[in-house]
């Protein structure tokens, strides 16, 4: 067991300030993760977007008002500038007939620009440095400590866990109505859940995060952490808890992760921290449950159920005309899927069909007549026009759907008078 | 051989996401008329016109205008869509929606003139607009838009035209206004397709019809094609096969 102090000497000791650098970042991400959680499924992402820019002018009037950049001043800077934001975006909403993305597009990026101005022209007198805020200073994060407890502690690292902590709270206690008003704001809002407080409150949770989190990575990063790591769990995950404790686990491994991939490659760490954060996104596209790969193999289970159906179908036919079964069988793709017939017990050598080929390849010709005579008589195709649709969709009718289509169409014969093999 | 159709459209069949929601429509409108296209909700009207537009993407099939794929005929093959479909806070005013209708006439550099500023005039006038040629569109009525958008068709001096619910949620002077406008159209030689969710007017309105539920039920002159039984089959709800079936096309696997 590693222990407490175990723990601290690795994080101290591991060259020095490399631990407690990586540290902050993950608890200053985790947090980013469980309010971009809720921001993301309420399709709100834009707003924490506008919300982590436009609170720069009131962390820099809190600065100038004495506060340190991470402290509470700041904080409270920082919330009355998110909802000054939100305000004003509904404002020009409202009543300035823009749409929502246009709103809170010119008014995040006005504040942030004024919080830049605000900031160059402070600059000797506040200890903030322009460059800072939009890619932040993690690697110097360790050299601003306070004691506690006789351990030195980064300050970044524990306002990173005085946050984390109280939105988890904050969170729990909120649980259920958080959840119902994400869900349905209206229908919460009907049955007396605080439905507008749980909105402001998660605004507010932005703001704090962000400022938490501004020192570490800077402005521009900080979305990156809000946004990706949940848009990247809502492709994985299927419950609300579920997402978040996977943005979560996301967010912390590329914390870990990109900082020790900027250190070897002596880049900037919050920056690479968002890169591995979007590396991880494009792998979830890959491999979610509709993802590409699942989409792709999906398609190729198919095409090869068509190719083998289609080889058993026309054994069948050649056996029902006692002709020779057509060249098409014996090329191409059909050639291995007749092979691979064969293995499976479908086909004996010759393309000859074996018994239970012989019940598979009727109900595919069952399923094809049977449609034929269904767009006969209730599209009105042409003779001439049946077959082609009927040879698509003798792959998708089941057992129950060819049941009702006989029932239906009550005949022994399609409308080319072949007879329709009886359902076995 | 005699002239090929106007209008043709062979075993086209269309699908969102993968799930067919149009199966297979035959269809060839020989001369010009007031051609309806008639069915329930989600029947696939606007989807059938979208598909022989070229906006949406057809699974099977193909459809010819004279004979020939709308790329060779473009300019004469005009489109009225729904009216939900378009911003209506965008910043134009009446006369430049309908002065957007000549554009494909006047090709690359080439500026609009004062006889294309008042042959749209014109066209306003034709539909009774004249009045609000430099009103915002935005501050129209239902009503006055969908005309505005006409005067837009008739400014592209189309030959066949489709018009997606041209009649829906409009005052009654508008819509006796548009109907007028439209059979002076057909009048004239020119094609009308209207996509139409009534089944009340559609019986003294138009000269063909085509009953659409997912499929083409029927089609031919309005008489014949509006029986009762033809009418049972297009609104009974015939069309849970083909629903269930689009449904497993969708997945990739056999229905039940």
Redesign the interface.
């Known amino acids: 067991m590693m222990g407490i102090d175990g723990a601290v000497a690795f994080l101290t000791g591991w060259g020095g300030m490399h631990g407690w650098a990586m540290a902050t970042a993950a608890v200053v991400s985790a947090a980013a993760a469980v309010v971009g959680s809720l921001l993301v499924v309420r399709r709100m992402s834009l707003i924490g977007d506008a919300i982590s820019h436009a609170v720069l002018p009131g962390i820099v009037v809190g600065v100038l008002l004495g506060g340190r950049p991470g402290g509470p001043l700041a904080t409270a800077g920082a919330v009355v500038a998110a909802l000054v934001t939100v305000w004003l975006a509904e404002l020009l909403r409202s009543k300035g007939r823009l749409s929502e993305d246009a709103a809170a597009g010119v008014v995040f990026t006005t504040l942030f620009a004024a919080g830049v101005a605000l900031l160059s022209a402070a600059a000797s007198r506040v200890d903030a440095d322009p460059g800072c805020v939009l890619y932040g200073m993690l690697e110097l994060v360790p050299f601003d400590v306070v004691e506690l407890a006789g351990v030195e502690i980064p300050r970044a690292f524990l306002t990173g866990v005085v946050v984390l902590v109280s939105l988890l709270v904050a969170l729990w206690s909120t649980w259920r109505w958080q959840v119902a008003t994400a869900f349905d704001t209206d229908a919460a809002a009907v049955v007396g859940i605080p439905a507008r407080a749980m909105t402001v409150g998660l605004l507010c949770a932005t703001a704090v995060v962000t400022v938490a989190s501004f020192e570490a990575v800077g402005a521009v990063i900080v979305v990156a952490m809000l946004v990706v790591p949940a848009a990247t769990a809502e492709l994985l995950a299927t419950t609300l808890v579920g997402l978040m404790l996977m943005a979560t686990g996301l967010a912390v491994t590329a914390a870990g992760g990109g900082y020790l991939v900027a250190w070897q490659l002596e880049t900037n760490a919050a920056g690479m921290i968002a890169a591995v954060l979007g590396v991880g996104y494009g792998v979830a596209i890959l491999v979610s449950r509709e993802g590409i790969l699942a989409r792709v193999s999906s398609m190729l289970r198919l095409r090869w159920r068509v190719v083998c159906e289609d080889v058993l179908a026309a054994a069948w036919r050649a056996e029902e005309t006692g002709q020779a079964v057509p060249g098409t069988s014996r090329r191409g793709v059909a050639l291995v899927a007749a092979w691979w017939l064969e293995r499976r017990g479908r086909l004996l050598p010759g393309l000859v069909l074996s018994p239970q080929g012989r019940l598979e390849a009727e109900m595919v010709v069952r399923s094809h007549r049977l449609w034929e005579t269904w767009l006969g008589r209730h599209v009105g195709l042409p003779l001439d026009h049946l077959h082609p649709p009927a040879e698509w969709i003798e792959h998708y009718l089941g057992a129950e759907m060819r049941q009702r289509l006989e029932q239906e169409m009550a005949t022994l014969a399609d409308p080319h008078g072949s007879a329709i093999p009886p359902e076995r | 051989m005699s002239a090929p159709p106007l209008l043709e459209l062979h075993?086209v069949?269309v699908a969102y996401h993968g799930r067919p929601v149009l199966?297979?429509v035959?269809l060839a409108v020989q001369s010009p008329c007031l051609f309806g296209i008639i069915g329930p909700n989600g029947a696939g009207k606007s989807t059938l016109i979208k598909a022989a537009l070229g906006i949406v993407p057809l699974v099977?099939g193909w459809v010819h205008f004279w004979g020939k794929p709308l790329d060779q005929v473009r300019g004469r093959v005009g489109y009225v869509p729904q009216r939900e479909s378009v911003d209506w806070?965008f910043p134009v005013r009446a006369i430049d929606v309908v002065l957007m209708g000549t554009y494909h006439r006047l090709g690359w550099l080439r500026r609009v003139g004062r006889a294309e500023r008042e042959f749209a005039q014109a066209c306003l006038d034709r539909v009774g607009m004249a009045d609000f040629a430099t009103r915002q569109i935005g501050r129209l009525s239902g009503g006055q838009q969908q005309r505005v958008f006409l005067a837009r068709a008739l400014a592209q001096q189309a030959e066949i035209y489709f018009l997606d619910e041209p009649l829906a949620g409009v005052d009654a002077q508008s819509q006796q206004q548009i109907f007028r406008v439209l059979s002076e159209l057909r009048d004239e030689g020119k094609l009308v397709l209207i996509v139409h969710h009534d089944l009340r007017t559609a019986a003294s309105w138009f000269d063909r019809v085509a009953l659409v539920d997912m499929?083409?039920?029927?089609a031919g002159p309005t008489a014949d094609v509006l029986s009762r039984e033809n009418l049972a089959?297009t609104y009974s709800g015939?069309h849970e096969?083909l629903d269930?079936?689009g449904r497993?096309?969708e997945a990739?696997?056999?229905?039940?």
Not at chain 2, 215 to 218: E, G, K, N, P, Y
């Open positions: 075993d069949t199966w297979h035959d099977e806070d499929r083409l039920v029927a089959r015939h096969v269930e079936l497993a096309v990739g696997r056999r229905t039940p």
